[in-house]
């Protein structure tokens, strides 16, 4: 069975950090580029970072560069979106998702609050 386990998020204050993991299993996670994504309540979902298969590149959405980095452990099927200055802004439902087939995972919470 084909799936994707988030974990990491919780409540952090603004300027905190925190790193989300994304375990795979059901299938070889170095053969796939993976994305994070996240929605906020009321807003449109927001493609967050993407890495290729490899780990070897990697893009970020304007508002998250420089202060995001998404990594790639293929030998442990684990993605990483480390995530540091956070703002209230983040908070959001953070997901992980195998593009190819459309794969999603249940998503974890982040607040950024104090």
């Known amino acids: 069975q084909v799936q994707l386990v988030e974990s990491g998020g919780g409540l952090v204050q603004p300027g905190g950090s925190l790193r989300l993991s994304c375990a795979a299993s059901?299938?070889?996670?170095?053969?796939?580029?993976m994305n994070w994504y996240r929605q906020a309540p009321g807003k449109e979902r927001e493609l967050v970072a993407v890495?290729?298969?490899?780990?070897?590149?990697?893009s970020y959405a304007d508002s998250v560069k420089g202060r995001f980095t998404i990594s790639r452990d293929n030998s442990k099927s684990t993605v990483y979106l480390q995530m540091n200055s956070l703002k209230p802004d983040d908070t959001a439902v953070y997901y992980c998702?195998?593009?190819?087939?459309?794969?999603w995972g249940q998503g974890t919470q982040v607040t950024v609050a104090s």
């Open positions: 059901g299938f070889t996670i170095g053969s796939y580029s």
């Open positions: 998702v195998r593009p190819n087939g459309s794969i």
């Open positions: 890495i290729s298969g490899t780990g070897r590149t990697a």
